[in-house]
């Protein structure tokens, strides 16, 4: 668990580091909010976060938790590096679950560390704290399925390319559905 995470921190820390760009921009346009004769009320400013974290932040966090996946399993795409790790004394059921908490700890621990500071900012500044829970709970299940599926694809195929490209059939399968039956019904 922790060489996965001294080896892939730069995942984590990448990832921390747009998520807290996004804070810093929502937290700037909250207090400019406050501050303005003409802002919105605090339960407003409170419940923009969700349209402040629009469809990049969904694409980000999709594609963190697909990095995360393919590092954290990258050793089953390459015969040797499979052949070493399967001769460790330790069980696959121990190697998958290690590998996978460690890519979950990956792409959730930016969540954590940046709900703290949201919080922190919301209490500082006088905003509600509901829609921050909300906000983390939303992510954490997102992160949570979209970790998983990658998890899948890489499972299923046991090839670097193909999980990417399942990842992505997998996640985008039911919008392209309903995109098509919504065209054909019209």
Request: hydrophobic share 60%.
């Given at each position: 668990?922790?060489?996965?995470?001294k080896?892939?921190?730069?995942?984590?820390?990448?990832?921390?580091?747009?998520?807290?760009?996004f804070?810093?921009?929502?937290?700037?346009?909250?207090?400019?909010?406050?501050?303005?004769?003409?802002?919105?009320?605090?339960?407003?400013?409170?419940?923009?976060?969700?349209?402040?974290?629009?469809?990049?932040?969904?694409?980000?966090?999709?594609?963190?938790?697909?990095?995360?996946?393919?590092?954290?399993?990258?050793?089953?795409?390459?015969?040797?590096?499979?052949?070493?790790?399967?001769?460790?004394?330790?069980?696959?059921?121990?190697?998958?679950t290690?590998?996978?908490?460690?890519?979950?700890?990956?792409?959730?621990?930016?969540?954590?560390?940046?709900?703290?500071?949201?919080?922190?900012?919301?209490?500082?500044?006088?905003i509600?704290?509901n829609?921050?829970?909300?906000?983390?709970?939303v992510?954490?299940?997102?992160?949570?399925?979209?970790?998983?599926?990658?998890?899948?694809?890489?499972?299923?195929?046991?090839?670097?390319?193909?999980?990417?490209?399942?990842?992505?059939?997998?996640?985008?399968l039911?919008?392209?559905?309903?995109?098509?039956?919504?065209?054909?019904?019209?």
């Amino acid at each position: 668990f922790f060489n996965n995470i001294k080896r892939f921190w730069l995942i984590a820390f990448a990832y921390t580091f747009f998520l807290f760009l996004f804070m810093v921009g929502y937290l700037n346009y909250a207090s400019s909010q406050l501050n303005s004769i003409y802002g919105d009320d605090t339960f407003h400013i409170a419940a923009n976060i969700f349209s402040q974290s629009n469809d990049i932040m969904t694409l980000f966090l999709g594609f963190f938790c697909l990095i995360a996946a393919v590092a954290g399993f990258s050793y089953m795409h390459f015969t040797r590096n499979t052949a070493m790790i399967h001769s460790l004394p330790l069980t696959r059921d121990t190697l998958f679950t290690t590998n996978y908490l460690s890519g979950l700890f990956l792409v959730t621990f930016p969540i954590v560390f940046n709900a703290i500071i949201l919080i922190i900012a919301k209490i500082v500044m006088g905003i509600p704290l509901n829609y921050a829970f909300q906000w983390l709970g939303v992510n954490f299940a997102l992160t949570f399925l979209l970790y998983t599926f990658a998890v899948f694809a890489g499972m299923f195929t046991g090839h670097m390319a193909a999980q990417v490209f399942y990842y992505l059939i997998f996640n985008f399968l039911a919008v392209f559905l309903e995109f098509v039956i919504n065209n054909v019904l019209s």
